[in-house]
C-alpha cells in the first residue's frame, strides 16, 4: 500500500508544515496538512506553480486573496458554504450560527460543510469559529474576533452566575482538540493584524 503522502503530486514546504496539493481537470482539488516527513515535491505545471506561489504568498501576506480555479466536487450545499467562506475576510471570523443564519440553515450543517472543505486556506473554513467566541476574547461583536495566537483559548476564562463560559474556538477538519485546532489557531494568528 502507497504511503499517504505519496497521492500528492506537489508537496510545498509552509510554515505549518509540508502541504499536499492535487490538481484535478485544471482546478485545485485538495490541499492536505502532510506529516513533517514527507518528501517535498516542486510543482511542474504551469498551474501547479501558480498555486504554490499564492499559498506562498498567503503565508507571507495573509490579505492574499487566492483566484485558482477550483475542482472541489462536494454537494450542492456544500458548495454554497464554501462560496460564502471565500467572502470572509482575512484576519475576520464569522461565528458558525451567524453564518447559519446567513445561509439559512443550521449552525451543524455550517461545521459539516467546512469539516469536508477540500482545499483549507484557500477556501478558509478556519475563520469559521464557535459562538461566543468573541465575547470571550473581548471582540465586540461575536463573529469578528481576533484570536490571540499564545493564549490557551480552550480554557475557562471566567463566570457568570453560576455559568462558566468557555472561550472554544470551534473544531477543524473534523476534530475539536489537538494538532488541527491548533493550525486553525495558528492559521487566526497569522491572519491578525
Same mark, same amino acid.
Given at each position: %500500500?502507497?504511503?499517504?503522502?505519496?497521492?500528492?503530486?506537489?508537496?510545498?514546504?509552509?510554515?505549518?508544515?509540508?502541504?499536499?496539493?492535487?490538481?484535478?481537470?485544471?482546478?485545485?482539488?485538495?490541499?492536505?496538512?502532510?506529516?513533517?516527513?514527507?518528501?517535498?515535491?516542486?510543482?511542474?505545471?504551469?498551474?501547479?506553480?501558480?498555486?504554490?506561489?499564492?499559498?506562498?504568498?498567503?503565508?507571507?501576506?495573509?490579505?492574499?486573496?487566492?483566484?485558482?480555479?477550483?475542482?472541489?466536487?462536494?454537494?450542492?450545499?456544500?458548495?454554497?458554504?464554501?462560496? %460564502?467562506?471565500?467572502?470572509?475576510?482575512?484576519?475576520?471570523?464569522?461565528?458558525?450560527?451567524?453564518?447559519?443564519?446567513?445561509?439559512?440553515?443550521?449552525?451543524?450543517?455550517?461545521?459539516?460543510?467546512?469539516?469536508?472543505?477540500?482545499?483549507?486556506?484557500?477556501?478558509?473554513?478556519?475563520?469559521?469559529?464557535?459562538?461566543?467566541?468573541?465575547?470571550?476574547?473581548?471582540?465586540?461583536?461575536?463573529?469578528?474576533?481576533?484570536?490571540?495566537?499564545?493564549?490557551?483559548?480552550?480554557?475557562?476564562?471566567?463566570?457568570?452566575?453560576?455559568?462558566?463560559?468557555?472561550?472554544?474556538?470551534?473544531?477543524? %477538519?473534523?476534530?475539536?482538540?489537538?494538532?488541527?485546532?491548533?493550525?486553525?489557531?495558528?492559521?487566526?494568528?497569522?491572519?491578525?493584524?
Amino acid at each position: %500500500m502507497a504511503h499517504r503522502d505519496e497521492r500528492y503530486p506537489v508537496v510545498l514546504a509552509s510554515p505549518i508544515g509540508p502541504l499536499g496539493v492535487v490538481i484535478r481537470d485544471d482546478g485545485l482539488e485538495d490541499v492536505s496538512f502532510l506529516s513533517p516527513r514527507a518528501r517535498l515535491k516542486p510543482p511542474r505545471t504551469p498551474l501547479e506553480r501558480r498555486i504554490c506561489r499564492q499559498l506562498q504568498a498567503y503565508f507571507a501576506n495573509p490579505r492574499v486573496l487566492f483566484d485558482v480555479p477550483l475542482a472541489t466536487g462536494g454537494t450542492p450545499f456544500q458548495q454554497r458554504v464554501w462560496r %460564502m467562506l471565500r467572502r470572509i475576510p482575512p484576519g475576520t471570523t464569522w461565528s458558525y450560527g451567524e453564518l447559519a443564519r446567513r445561509l439559512r440553515t443550521s449552525p451543524r450543517a455550517v461545521g459539516n460543510a467546512c469539516r469536508a472543505n477540500p482545499v483549507p486556506i484557500v477556501i478558509p473554513c478556519h475563520r469559521v469559529v464557535a459562538s461566543g467566541y468573541g465575547d470571550v476574547q473581548g471582540s465586540t461583536s461575536v463573529g469578528r474576533s481576533q484570536p490571540p495566537a499564545s493564549r490557551d483559548i480552550s480554557t475557562s476564562l471566567h463566570s457568570t452566575g453560576s455559568r462558566k463560559l468557555r472561550a472554544t474556538i470551534g473544531g477543524f %477538519m473534523g476534530a475539536r482538540a489537538g494538532k488541527a485546532v491548533r493550525l486553525k489557531q495558528w492559521l487566526l494568528g497569522h491572519e491578525r493584524v
